[in-house]
């Protein structure tokens, strides 16, 4: 009875690891969407608020197998009785906001100078060795708040050859930042684990000097330790964190990404939580 009592409330505290006022923005598939606040969906030219999403989700012209779903929730391929995100492109689709994309917005609340955590799991179905210049963004992006001045986000997860990716890391120091003056680091080409569970984790902070910085794990292993200029300076405009596909070349295949609870949350002291109790955290929701 004892030993019951100990490992429960041990399942309890990790539970409770996370302040609740710290979270920013989450999505979860198992709680319906009529239930959630805090992001809008961005696919087949729609931008619907989270509880405005039919439970059976968004759907488009049949597919090759003749799957319909663009976003919404499927049962989870890995594990039993729970659902995924599910975010799907076609090539015929329509464009929103001049690229194909099925994807999920958070409300603008990343600030600068402030330490945030962005965490989810992710599952890719094997799309294969693409050619180069088939290129596209997933599982998660910080866009720039201002979007009238074209800004490339802070940080990406983008496709180098389809079988690869690369986190992308950008920035400007000029007062009035552009395209132009815009520099953009690529980390290093790591393999993308198609047909399973990848849970990836991200502490940042955006600042135009070297106090900014993007620290990246991947199944709890470090990816990217990165220190110097992340983001950009617009006064007045807040950053916000996007998750799913999003693909604005040309591609000739259906592509489908899974997610499970991505999560934004602000570390008030820049030290209060580490990636293991994000993991965790995204693991239980």
């Not at 499927?74 to 464009?95: E, H, I, M």
């Not at 393999?191 to 620290?215: H, N």
């Not at 950053?239 to 000739?252: L, V």
Request: glycine fraction near 8%; hydrophobic fraction near 35%.
């Amino acid at each position: 009875m004892r030993f019951i009592l100990a490992v429960a409330l041990s399942w309890a505290c990790t539970a409770l690891a996370i302040d609740r006022a710290d979270i920013l923005g989450e999505a979860q598939a198992d709680v319906p969407f009529a239930k959630q606040s805090g992001w809008a969906g961005q696919v087949l030219g729609r931008y619907p608020d989270a509880k405005m999403i039919p439970e059976s989700g968004l759907h488009g012209a049949p597919l090759a197998d003749g799957d319909t779903l663009r976003f919404g929730k499927v049962d989870d391929p890995a594990r039993p009785g729970r659902k995924a995100l599910a975010f799907q492109l076609s090539p015929q689709d329509p464009t929103t906001a001049s690229s194909r994309r099925s994807e999920i917005a958070f409300e603008p609340n990343i600030e600068p100078g402030k330490v945030y955590w962005i965490a989810f799991s992710l599952y890719i179905y094997d799309w294969g060795t693409l050619r180069r210049g088939d290129e596209s963004l997933f599982g998660t992006q910080v866009h720039s708040g201002d979007d009238s001045r074209g800004l490339s986000p802070s940080f990406t997860i983008g496709t180098l050859r389809g079988s690869t990716f690369v986190i992308s890391i950008q920035h400007s120091t000029s007062p009035d930042p552009r395209p132009s003056n815009m520099v953009i680091r690529r980390m290093a080409e790591t393999p993308i684990p198609f047909g399973r569970w990848t849970d990836f984790v991200f502490r940042f902070r955006e600042a135009q000097d070297d106090t900014g910085f993007l620290q990246a794990w991947m199944d709890g292993r470090p990816l990217v330790d990165y220190r110097g200029p992340l983001g950009f300076r617009t006064p007045g405009h807040k950053d916000y964190a996007k998750f799913g596909y999003y693909n604005w070349s040309t591609f000739d295949s259906s592509r489908k990404v899974l997610l499970r609870s991505p999560l934004l949350v602000l570390d008030p002291t820049g030290s209060r939580y580490s990636p293991d109790e994000l993991r965790e955290y995204v693991a239980r929701h």
